[in-house]
């Protein structure tokens, strides 16, 4: 069994950064590992990911503003939020999935584990 704890979140000014780490513990593979987010109202949405091999993805809205990233050691993952935006806005989650295949194509792939969350603010 794979947990999966977040933090990093807090509220921050448009145009702010903010950095969520994941920390990774238990047993099994982790072929693809991920953040997700939720904004209250709308769909959970994929925002980035990496697998095992270190290809990464990103959700169109993100790219170019978010890093994700692995941590040293290798069980801790990162996001490297910058230039944040309002519409950022949500409950971000870690995932983690089994397989390397889960996140080779779609953003919105779907995981074996996930965190509890932690909420990302930016205000205008």
């Known amino acids: 069994q794979v947990q999966l704890v977040e933090s990093g979140g807090g509220s921050v000014q448009d145009g702010g950064s903010l950095t969520l780490s994941c920390v990774s513990t238990g047993s099994g593979s982790r072929g693809c590992m991920g953040w997700f987010r939720q904004a209250p109202g709308k769909e959970r949405e994929g925002v980035a990911s990496?697998?095992?091999?270190?290809?990464?993805n990103y959700a169109d809205s993100v790219k170019g503003r978010f890093i994700i990233s692995k941590g040293n050691p290798r069980n801790t993952l990162y996001l490297h939020m910058n230039n944040l935006k309002p519409e950022d806005t949500a409950m971000y989650y870690c995932?983690?999935?089994?397989?390397?295949?889960?996140?080779?194509?779609?953003?919105?792939?779907?995981?074996?584990?996930w965190g509890r969350g932690t909420q990302v603010t930016v205000s205008s």
């Open positions: 995932a983690a999935g089994l397989s390397i295949r889960g996140c080779s194509n779609n953003i919105n792939w779907q995981p074996d584990y």
């Open positions: 990496v697998k095992s091999d270190g290809t990464t």
